[in-house]
C-alpha cells in the first residue's frame, strides 16, 4: 500500500482526501498558497508545503514547484482531486514518468477522452448509445452542411477539446449554419488552443444522469449507479441526487452495463464518471465522462457506503477492488447543495469577505463536506464552492426534509451565500415531484421569484444581522444591544459606533 500522499489541491476536497488517508494509516501531504496558510486542510494534513502566491497558476497550478515537493516530501502518490491539474494530460505525463504514482486513470485513458470525437468514436464501435452525429471534427462549410441534413436541426455545435459547456452553438436553422461553425471554431481555438469542432443532434430539455463507476487494474469495472444532475445554473451543477427520480432498476442496469462498456473500452482505471442525456422517452446517451473524483461524489457515497476516496487509493496501489458487482446495494436517497459564495439577491454575483461567525448543521442523516471555519477567508482566487451540504433519508422525501431542516440551521455568516437559493429549489413543488431537466432553474427561477420565498429570505437577512451583532457583543463583552432601549438613539447606531462603524 502506498504510504504517502501528496494532495495537489485545496479546500474541501483536499480535506476529503487527507481524511481518507488518516483513515488508512497513509501520511498526508498538503501544499497551499501564500493566502492559503491557515486554511483546514493545512492544518488537518501531516505536512503542509508553501508553493507560491495566492494566483493558482503560481501556486496549485505551478507543475514544477509540485513535483520539487513530492520529492522533498518524498511522496509516493499525488492525488490531484478535483479541478487543478485532474484531468490533465501533461500533469498525468510527468508523474509517471518521474516514477510516482497519480492517484487516477492513465495518462492515454485521460488523453482519450478529454478529445470528445475520439470518445464518441470509441464509444460508438463498443456499443455504447451517443447522440446522433459526427464522429469526426468538421473540416469544411459543405461538410457542415451534408451533416446538419442528415443529423436534422435543431443542432448542436461542439468543441473537440471543449466539455462543460463551454464554446457550445445551438443552430435552429441552415441559414444560420455557416456563421455558427465560424463563430464556434475561434471560440474553440481561444478558449482550448484547438479550433476543432463538431456536430450533434440538439434535445430539448435532457436530464443529465451520470454513473460512477470504479476500475482497478486487473481489469475489474463495476458501476455504483447514478447520479441524477440536471440541476443547474450556467453549466455550474447546484443540486445532485442519488437515485435519479427516473431511473428505476431496469434502467440503472442498462446505464450501468453501458458505463462499464464504457469504461473498458477506454482503458479506464481508478474512479470515474460516465455522463448521459436522458430524453423524455427515458432514453440515454453518452455524452462525456470526467476522469476523476467529482464534486458530486458523497451523495454515491451515502447510498452505496462505499468510501470512494479509500478505494482510489487501494485502486492506485495496484489492489483489486473490494467489490464485485452483485454485492453493491443502493439504500435510501441522498442529496447535496453546492454552497457556493455568490449572492443569489444579486444575480449570483461571487462574495468575499471574512466568515466571522459559523456554525455547521448535524444531526441525523447530514454530512457537510467544508473547508470553512470561523476565520476564514473567502477570496476570488479560487472557486466559489465553499461547502456541499449532504442529507441522506430512506426516502427521497425525508432527504428533502432533512435537508431544509439542514440549510434552515446553517449559519456562514460573513459572505453572502447559495443557503436561500437552496431552501427555495427544496421546497418547489417541480423538484419536489422529481419533474426536473437541465432547464429547470432558468424555467422556474429565471423570473421574478415568488414573494413568501421574498418574506422568507428578508427573515434570514435579520437572523443573520443580529446574530451577527449577538456573537459581537459576547466576544467583546459588551452589554447587550436590548439594554440600549431607554435610549433616545438607534440601539443599532450605538452599536454600530462602538464597532467603529459610524
Ligand atoms: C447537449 C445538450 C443537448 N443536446 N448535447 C452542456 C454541457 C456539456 N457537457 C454538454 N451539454 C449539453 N449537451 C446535445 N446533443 C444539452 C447540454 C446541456 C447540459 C448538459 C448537461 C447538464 C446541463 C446542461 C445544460 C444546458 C445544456
Known sequence: MIKKILIANRGEI?????????????????????????????????????????????????????????K??????????????????????????????????????????????????????????????????IGSDEQGDSIAEEVGFPILIKAVGGGG??????????????????????????????????IEKYLERPRHVEIQILADKFGNVIHLGERECSIQRRHQKVVEESPSPVVDEKMRKAMGEAAVTAAKASGYVNAGTIEFLVDSDRKFYF?????????????????????????QIRIASGKKLSYRQEEIRWRGSAIECRIYAEDPENNFLPSTGLVHSYWEPSGPGI??????????????????????????????EEAIDRMRRALSEYRILGVATTIPFHLRVMENEKFRKGEIHTHFIEEEFGKDKPSEAKD??????????????????????????????RSKESPWKIEGRKMGLR
Open 14 to 70: 483536499a480535506v476529503r482526501i487527507i481524511r481518507a488517508c488518516r483513515e488508512m494509516g497513509i501520511k498526508s501531504v498538503a501544499i497551499f498558497s501564500e493566502i492559503d496558510r491557515r486554511s483546514l486542510h493545512v492544518r488537518l494534513a501531516d505536512e503542509a508545503y508553501l508553493v507560491g502566491p495566492a494566483p493558482a497558476t503560481q501556486s496549485y497550478l505551478n507543475m514544477d514547484r509540485i513535483m520539487e515537493v513530492a
Open 72 to 137: 522533498e516530501s518524498k511522496a509516493e502518490a499525488i492525488h490531484p482531486g478535483y479541478g487543478f491539474f485532474a484531468e490533465n494530460y501533461e500533469f498525468v505525463k510527468r508523474v509517471e514518468s518521474e516514477g510516482l504514482i497519480f492517484i487516477g486513470p492513465p495518462a492515454e485513458a485521460v488523453k482519450l477522452l478529454g478529445d470528445k470525437v475520439a470518445a464518441r468514436k470509441t464509444m460508438r464501435n463498443s456499443g455504447v448509445p451517443i447522440v446522433p452525429g459526427t464522429e469526426v471534427e
Open 165 to 198: 459547456g463551454k464554446g457550445m452553438r445551438i443552430v435552429r436553422v441552415k441559414g444560420e449554419l455557416k456563421s455558427a461553425l465560424r463563430a464556434a471554431s475561434s471560440e474553440a481555438k481561444s478558449a482550448f488552443a484547438d479550433p476543432r469542432i463538431y
Open 287 to 311: 455524452l462525456e465522462s470526467n476522469t476523476r473524483l467529482q464534486v458530486e461524489h458523497p451523495v454515491t457515497e451515502m447510498v452505496t457506503g462505499i468510501d470512494l476516496a479509500k478505494e
Open 367 to 396: 454530512r457537510v463536506d467544508s473547508g470553512l471555519y470561523e476565520g476564514a477567508e473567502v477570496s476570488l482566487f479560487y472557486d466559489p464552492l465553499i461547502s456541499k451540504l449532504l442529507a441522506w433519508g430512506e426516502t427521497r
Open 456 to 485: 422568507e429570505d428578508e427573515r434570514r437577512k435579520a437572523v443573520a444581522v443580529f446574530s451577527a451583532l449577538l456573537d459581537y457583543q459576547e466576544k467583546k463583552k459588551i452589554k447587550p444591544v436590548l439594554s440600549k432601549a
